[in-house]
């Protein structure tokens, strides 16, 4: 929506001729960024945030000149944008990055673990009602209407009691470390 007059931002007009415009170039739009990408994937991923872009821009297309080589200025900017991306990435892996992280996450793991196992007792104490609600939204990824819909109870109560649970558990949490750090 344009925050202006709050009328869609394309017209169904102009998002038919760009469909039609770029479903016919696609290929060729793709075929140019395999040569500078050569993992097909990637370059699927690269043609399609392209067209999210070209959609944006559409409005500043000559109509009377050909949409490929337009297209292909595009895929060339989001090709670069996505290359640059990779090096900071690749430079970040080969400067120890990921040795740091795995490091960071063994010198961890102890405390993981004991937050673990004390998520699975505080879990223990919580009457079978909210051990049920947990269990059908993170373990069993029910949505909340669904829920809602289970315990015939409204989506705000279920987000507000999913809100209390947590809050219960990390009270409980904390608090079993506290004692464990004192003994």
Same mark, same amino acid.
């Given at each position: 929506?344009?925050?202006?007059?709050?009328?869609?931002?394309?017209?169904?007009?102009?998002?038919?001729?760009?469909?039609?415009?770029?479903?016919?170039?696609? @290929?060729?739009?793709?075929?140019?960024?395999?040569?500078?990408?050569?993992?097909?994937?990637?370059?699927?991923?690269?043609?399609?945030?392209?067209?999210?872009?070209?959609?944006?821009?559409?409005?500043?297309?000559? @109509?009377?000149?050909?949409?490929?080589?337009?297209?292909?200025?595009?895929?060339?900017?989001?090709?670069?944008?996505?290359?640059?991306?990779?090096?900071?990435?690749?430079?970040?892996?080969?400067?120890?990055?990921?040795?740091e992280l795995a490091l960071r996450r063994d010198q961890l793991q102890a405390e993981f673990d004991a937050r673990l196992n004390h998520l699975n007792e505080c879990m223990n104490k919580l009457p079978e009602n909210q051990r049920d609600l947990i269990d059908g939204y993170y373990f069993q990824q029910s949505d909340v209407e669904s829920l809602a819909g289970q315990t015939k109870r409204t989506v705000e109560a279920i987000y507000k009691s999913l809100q209390r649970i947590r809050r219960q558990l990390r009270d409980c949490i904390e608090s079993a470390q506290r004692e464990e750090a004192t003994v």
């Open positions: 929506m344009n925050e202006n007059t709050d009328q869609p931002r394309f017209n169904p007009a102009d998002q038919q001729e760009f469909l039609r415009v770029f479903l016919a170039n696609e @290929r060729e739009i793709l075929r140019y960024v395999v040569a500078l990408v050569p993992n097909l994937a990637d370059a699927q991923e690269i043609v399609q945030k392209t067209a999210v872009v070209l959609l944006e821009k559409f409005d500043q297309y000559d @109509r009377s000149r050909p949409f490929a080589p337009w297209g292909c200025r595009f895929a060339l900017n989001v090709t670069r944008q996505w290359m640059a991306r990779r090096a900071r990435w690749k430079a970040l892996l080969e400067s120890g990055l990921a040795e």
